[in-house]
């Protein structure tokens, strides 16, 4: 037995034989170097094999340390630690910590980390003005990402991004503002005056208080809630090699500065295939309006008219570890806010789906975002508000995998090849000639 791949081309009967290799599980990652396959050639001149696959689906685009997922098992782990364990014994600060720097903090370290954050909370007084700018109505989305993009105008060292202490500060300060530029959108979207970060709060507590805070000489969250939203940030913080992760990486690769980076990796969040999907979720749940109108639509999204929103997922053939967490959650979520009578559609839809040969058979079950928008909504926060609570934690995910990449002697800039399918050669049509 030898590790690796013999491949005959039956045009030529030439056989190769290409190298196997494998990461942490060979049973999960058993990989050949696609570039093996360009010495593949039916003559001389010709350029090699190349593989096809768009969206990725079977191709690894990276080694990478951060996240594991065994998505028929339903796993998600950070730096080998299960998700469950984290938010039963972590913060999301402490999490952060993790996924960036590959081990959990000393208490020290986390002192530290705790405090260089909170103190980096602060924006340019310039920014409020182009906050300003936007209309009352602009999506919250939308302003998160050109203002994390204008960051990079306020910080122009932050192209040096070879010097791992200039990194280490960009890093600091995304993790710490982009709550704080969230805060300011919703704000701006209600017309309500700014509220500038809190130091004394915790990481969710701040955000709470720059989100809500009216007249109260000091805003004290509710405990319930800045831990049910401690929580969220925690199951969000990374899911490996997602759209997201994969444009921060690819924007990462032409060594663009990590604002900018972040911008292209919120802008692929914003998608209502990925992060816009809750958003989606709970327009769908408000569609549907009653228990009764469940069969009906699923008769709906069976016919293909459209998706059911917050199901399925690229990596997960079983139930999604992160949506278990929320649906258990739920509950005394509800007990210290209102009941959400959308949850109650919700769960009788989950239980139609699962028992639906359609879904079934297709491996599609409740994905993060099926319960998150329910959640997010108890919490007070309105729908447009989804995509960004998902981004703000998620930041320091494309950071770490940003790292990741940039300190692998293996990446270089992201170029996929592609299959022309054009055109041959053709001779020029002048105006006057054209049908
Ligand atoms: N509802 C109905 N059918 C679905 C759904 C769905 N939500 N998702 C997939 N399918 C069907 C497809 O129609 C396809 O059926 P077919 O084989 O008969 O053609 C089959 O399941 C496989 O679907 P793909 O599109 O190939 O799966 P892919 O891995 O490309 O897509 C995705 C994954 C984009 C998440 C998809 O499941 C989807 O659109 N879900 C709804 C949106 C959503 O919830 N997104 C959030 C993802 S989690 C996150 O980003 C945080």
Not at 74 to 87: A, C, N, S
Not at 212 to 229: A, G, M
Request: hydrophobic fraction near 40%.
């Amino acid at each position: 037995m030898s590790d690796t791949l013999t491949i005959t081309d039956n045009r030529t009967g030439e056989t190769y034989e290409v190298p196997i290799f494998y990461g942490t599980y060979p049973e999960y990652g058993a990989a050949v170097n696609t570039k093996d396959l360009r010495a593949i050639k039916a003559t001389d001149d010709d350029f090699g094999m190349l593989s096809y696959d768009p969206g990725f689906t079977n191709t690894a685009s990276c080694k990478s340390s951060v996240t594991f997922i065994d998505g028929g098992a339903g796993v998600l782990r950070y730096r080998g630690y299960p998700i469950e364990v984290l938010v039963e014994k972590s913060s999301y600060l402490e999490t952060a910590y993790l996924a960036l720097y590959g081990e959990l903090p000393t208490s020290g370290q986390l002192e530290t980390w705790v405090h260089e954050i909170t103190h980096h909370t602060f924006l340019h007084e310039n920014l409020k003005k182009l906050m300003d700018g936007f209309r009352h109505d602009a999506h919250p989305m939308g302003m998160l990402i050109s203002m994390v993009a204008a960051l990079s105008t306020f910080y122009p060292e932050s192209r040096n991004i070879g010097d791992a202490a200039c990194r280490e500060r960009q890093i600091y300060r995304l993790i710490a503002k982009v709550p704080t530029i969230a805060a300011f959108a919703y704000r701006h979207s209600i017309g309500l005056p700014y509220v500038y970060p809190d130091n004394d709060l915790s990481y969710a507590g701040n955000f709470l208080a720059m989100m809500n805070k009216v007249s109260e000489l000091k805003y004290e969250p509710d405990p319930v809630i800045e831990k049910v939203l401690d929580v969220l940030f925690i199951l969000h913080v990374d899911h490996e090699q997602n759209c997201s992760a994969n444009a921060m990486r690819s924007v990462g690769s032409s060594h663009a500065d990590p604002y900018v980076s972040v911008a292209a990796a919120a802008a692929a969040l914003y998608g209502p295939l990925h992060g816009g999907a809750n958003e989606m979720v709970l327009r769908m749940l408000r569609e549907i309006r009653t228990v009764d109108n469940i069969p009906g639509y699923i008769k709906r999204v069976k016919a293909g008219e459209f998706r059911l929103m917050g199901f399925g997922h690229r990596v997960y053939k079983s139930y999604d570890p992160r949506a278990r967490i929320l649906r258990e959650m739920a509950p005394a979520v509800f007990e210290a806010t209102a009941q959400n009578p959308l949850i109650d559609i919700a769960v009788e839809l989950e239980r139609i789906a699962l028992e639906d040969e359609y879904f079934v058979s297709r491996n599609l079950y409740p994905n993060v975002d099926f319960y998150s928008g329910i959640i997010y909504q108890a919490l007070g926060f309105p729908v447009t508000m989804f995509p960004v609570l998902f981004a703000i934690p998620r930041t320091a995910g494309w950071l770490a995998q940003w790292s990741e990449m940039l300190q692998d002697p293996d990446q270089r800039i992201a170029r996929p090849r592609q299959v022309y399918e054009g055109y041959d050669l053709r001779a020029y049509v002048d105006i006057a000639d054209r049908a």
